[in-house]
């Protein structure tokens, strides 16, 4: 995986993600498939594009420049998965059908990943009670919020393996619990026992989120809350190096 600081934004790109022809050859269908696949909301939009004008629009971050980058609709290789998936769906129930069911499959897995993450790496009060049972608001709430932003290509652009609901979970969560526990990383302040275990949530990011694209890196949860928060972490547990 291309980390954004020492590469161009075409060769991060070409590194980490398929254009619409080679997605498609992945799939083994043609592009006019996949172009029409995302028109009809059956698979996430692109998680980047650039345009022929030399914009590059992130689903994360918005429009910015494209450094002159090839034009092309760009797709996480672990979308696959959720083609295949589309796929046999629509084939079995049609296309209207498809799509519900592929919500509520997302949206069912995802909810049972909160509950497995509530457990065991984050409590999430707003979703769980004390005891684990599920609170619907909230839970509706997350699976609701998620499925948006699946459909919309952002965890293909943030999520370094998209292709289950538990590791989309997994990488959501722990940017939770860190933006909670350092103040969205702007808090300095840590004793060596807190940093110690903060920075165990910090690697098991750092294991679940993409580099980003260099032109959105700045603004990134990996800078603020994987690399930044390193070096402020490595200040309050001297001779620990991260």
């Known amino acids: 995986m291309t980390h954004p600081g020492t590469c ?4 991060y790109l070409g590194a980490n993600y398929l254009t619409a022809e080679e997605f498609a050859a992945a799939c083994g269908i043609s592009a006019h498939e996949i ?3 995302v028109d009809v909301q059956l698979i ?4 980047y594009v650039v345009t022929t004008d030399g914009i590059l629009v992130s689903q994360a971050f918005g429009k910015m420049a494209a450094d002159g980058a090839m034009p092309g609709r760009y797709f996480h290789p672990a979308a696959a998965v959720w083609v295949s998936i589309a796929r046999q769906l629509e084939h079995a129930v049609g ?10 499959r997302f949206r069912a897995n995802f909810a049972t990943a909160l509950a497995e993450l509530d457990r065991d790496t984050y409590r999430l009060p707003d979703s769980f009670t004390d005891s684990g049972q599920p609170i619907v608001s909230g839970v509706e709430a997350r699976t609701a919020e998620a499925w948006i932003s699946f459909m919309q290509g952002i965890f293909g652009l943030c999520v370094a393996d998209p292709s289950s609901e538990r590791a989309i979970a997994r990488k959501e969560i722990l940017q939770e619990a860190l933006t909670r526990l350092t103040e969205n990383g702007s808090r300095t302040d840590f004793s060596p026992e807190t940093a110690a275990k903060i920075g165990e949530l910090v690697d098991q990011y750092d294991r679940c989120v993409m580099p980003f694209a260099p032109p959105e890196y700045a603004r990134s949860s990996r ?7 390193r070096h402020v972490l490595a200040r309050s547990t001297p001779g620990v190096a991260r």
């Open 35 to 37: 172009t029409r696949m």
């Open 95 to 104: 296309t209207a059908l498809a799509r519900h069911a592929l919500e509520l």
């Open 223 to 229: 800078k603020r809350l994987v690399d930044d928060l």
């Open 8 to 11: 161009h934004l075409d060769s």
């Open 44 to 47: 996430p939009q692109p998680s």
